[in-house]
Antibody, heavy 118, light 112 residues
Framework: QLQLQESGPGLVKPSETLSLTCTVSGDSISGSGYYWGWVRQPPGKGLEWIGGFSYDGSTYYNPSLKSRVTFSVDTSKNQFSLKVTSVTATDTAVYYC??????????WGQGTLVTVSS | DVVMTQSPLSLPVTLGQPASISCRSSHSLLNSDGNTYLNWFQQRPGQSPRRLIYKVSNRDSGVPDRFSGSGAGTDFTLEISRVEAEDVGVYYCMQGTHWPWTFGQGTKVEIK
């Protein structure tokens, strides 16, 4: 059964870089036909796609965040990662990693809260 | 971006009664491949979103058949035929036709 688990610091200072890792178990991250991505949810608010990538090299960024977001993959550890630079309080959110296929998101991690504060 | 508008945003329901949530998109969600990528998710308090419905009306494995989805183009509906206590939570529609994928604001279902 596919499982995704986010990890990373729960507190980041303003102007610094938020870094999160998603560890995938139950399937290989290098399999074809899937997209691996990130969604965030500010406390008490709705959901926002950050972006994602497929193993064939396609990458998708939400234009609202594109200039600050980087994705990376470590196939040896079956992990993928998110970096968001120059964070502000508005980046405070629960961050979910997810596996998507065309047009939909069947699998989600449990989420991790990242607070931006000095 | 495609704007997804849900209504109502709050839905108090009596146990055993039906409930209906509307979702309207600012652009048609009919994709060039012939599919309409409209999804419904349930988010229980303190949990991750859980997909209930994909491609408008396809129910996920394990989702009770009291949940059903319908619609086309820009107008979609999630219906719960008889609300149970475990259905409390926030329901989101999400379009996966146009990038960036976008969600509705969420509809909070609570028991009266």
């Amino acid at each position: 059964q596919l499982q995704l688990q986010e990890s990373g610091p729960g507190l980041v200072k303003p102007s610094e870089t938020l870094s999160l890792t998603c560890t995938v178990s139950g399937d290989s991250i290098s399999g074809s036909g899937y997209y691996w991505g990130w969604v965030r949810q500010p406390p008490g608010k709705g959901l926002e796609w950050i972006g994602g990538f497929s193993y064939d090299g396609s990458t998708y960024y939400n234009p609202s965040l594109k200039s600050r977001v980087t994705f990376s993959v470590d196939t040896s550890k079956n992990q993928f990662s998110l970096k968001v630079t120059s964070v502000t309080a508005t980046d405070t959110a629960v961050y979910y990693c997810a596996r998507a296929v065309t047009g939909t998101v069947p699998y989600w991690g449990q989420g991790t809260l990242v607070t931006v504060s000095s | 971006d495609v704007v997804m508008t849900q209504s109502p945003l709050s839905l108090p329901v009596t146990l055993g009664q039906p409930a209906s949530i509307s979702c309207r998109s600012s652009h048609s969600l009919l994709n060039s491949d012939g599919n309409t990528y409209l999804n419904w998710f349930q988010q229980r308090p303190g949990q991750s979103p859980r997909r209930l419905i994909y491609k408008v009306s396809n129910r996920d494995s394990g989702v009770p058949d009291r949940f059903s989805g319908s619609g086309a183009g820009t107008d979609f509906t999630l219906e719960i035929s008889r609300v149970e206590a475990e259905d409390v939570g926030v329901y989101y529609c999400m379009q996966g036709t146009h990038w960036p994928w976008t969600f509705g604001q969420g509809t909070k279902v609570e028991i009266k």
